[in-house]
T-cell receptor, first 112, second 111 residues
Framework: DSGVTQTPKHLITATGQRVTLRCSPRSGDLSVYWYQQSLDQGLQFLIQYYNGEERAKGNILERFSAQQFPDLHSELNLSSLELGDSALYFC???????????FGEGSRLTVL | SQELEQSPQSLIVQEGKNLTINCTSSKTLYGLYWYKQKYGEGLIFLMMLQKGGEEKSHEKITAKLDEKKQQSSLHITASQPSHAGIYLCGPYGDYGQNFVFGPGTRLSVLP
C-alpha cells in the first residue's frame, strides 16, 4: 500500500461527458502529480501541484484541468471526453528530499 | 526538456536467464530513478542513483549509473516470472522537478 488513494477505480462514460478523478496523497506529502497512461502513449506526465499551487505542467490537454485543495487532496477534471481519453490515470505524491514518488493504483477511464 | 530513451522496447526471456535494460539521457543527469510497473497497476520504486559510477542492488536487480551520468543500466540475474512488468527510468532533479519517465521496457519472463 503506497498510501496514495485514488477514486474511482473504474469509470465508464460516454463521449462528450465530464468526469472528475480524485486523489488523496500520502500523509505529509505536499506534492501531487497526475499521469495518463494509454497503451500507445506510455506514461505521460500531465501536471504537478505543490501545496495548492500548480508547479509544473506537462502534456495536459486544455479540456483537462486539475486543482489541489487546502487539505491537499487533488482532483483531475476531464471534460468533452473523446474515445482517445480512455486510459489509466495515475496520481502520485512525494517529491520531498529524495524525490521518490508513491503511486496510487490508478483510475481506469473508459469512454464509449 | 529531459529526454530519456530506453532499450529494448520489449524483452522476452526464459526463466533463469539474465537480462539488461538500458536508459539513456540526452542530457547529463543529476540522478536517476528506476521504477517497475506490473501491467495495469501503479509504479513501484526500485532504486535511485545519484553519483557517477554508482551501483545499487536489491535482491536480484542491479542498477548502475555511468560516470558521465547519461546512461543507466538495470540488470536482472536469474530472472523469474515475478520480474515481469514494465521497467521505467526517470530523471531525478531538484525538488519540484518534472517527473517525466522514459517510454519503458516491457519484460516478459517465460516459465
Amino acid at each position: 500500500d503506497s498510501g496514495v488513494t485514488q477514486t474511482p477505480k473504474h469509470l465508464i462514460t460516454a463521449t462528450g461527458q465530464r468526469v472528475t478523478l480524485r486523489c488523496s496523497p500520502r500523509s505529509g506529502d505536499l506534492s501531487v502529480y497526475w499521469y495518463q497512461q494509454s497503451l500507445d502513449q506510455g506514461l505521460q506526465f500531465l501536471i504537478q501541484y505543490y501545496n495548492g499551487e500548480e508547479r509544473a505542467k506537462g502534456n495536459i490537454l486544455e479540456r483537462f484541468s486539475a486543482q489541489q485543495f487546502p487539505d491537499l487532496h487533488s482532483e483531475l477534471n476531464l471534460s468533452s471526453l473523446e474515445l482517445g481519453d480512455s486510459a489509466l490515470y495515475f496520481c502520485a505524491s512525494g517529491g520531498r528530499r529524495t524525490g521518490e514518488l508513491f503511486f496510487g493504483e490508478g483510475s481506469r477511464l473508459t469512454v464509449l | 526538456s529531459q529526454e530519456l530513451e530506453q532499450s529494448p522496447q520489449s524483452l522476452i526471456v526464459q526463466e533463469g536467464k539474465n537480462l539488461t535494460i538500458n536508459c539513456t539521457s540526452s542530457k547529463t543527469l543529476y540522478g536517476l530513478y528506476w521504477y517497475k510497473q506490473k501491467y495495469g497497476e501503479g509504479l513501484i520504486f526500485l532504486m535511485m542513483l545519484q553519483k557517477g559510477g554508482e551501483e545499487k542492488s536489491h535482491e536480484k536487480i542491479t542498477a548502475k549509473l555511468d560516470e558521465k551520468k547519461q546512461q543507466s543500466s538495470l540488470h536482472i540475474t536469474a530472472s523469474q516470472p515475478s520480474h515481469a512488468g514494465i521497467y521505467l527510468c526517470g530523471p531525478y532533479g531538484d525538488y519540484g522537478q518534472n517527473f517525466v519517465f522514459g517510454p519503458g521496457t516491457r519484460l516478459s519472463v517465460l516459465p
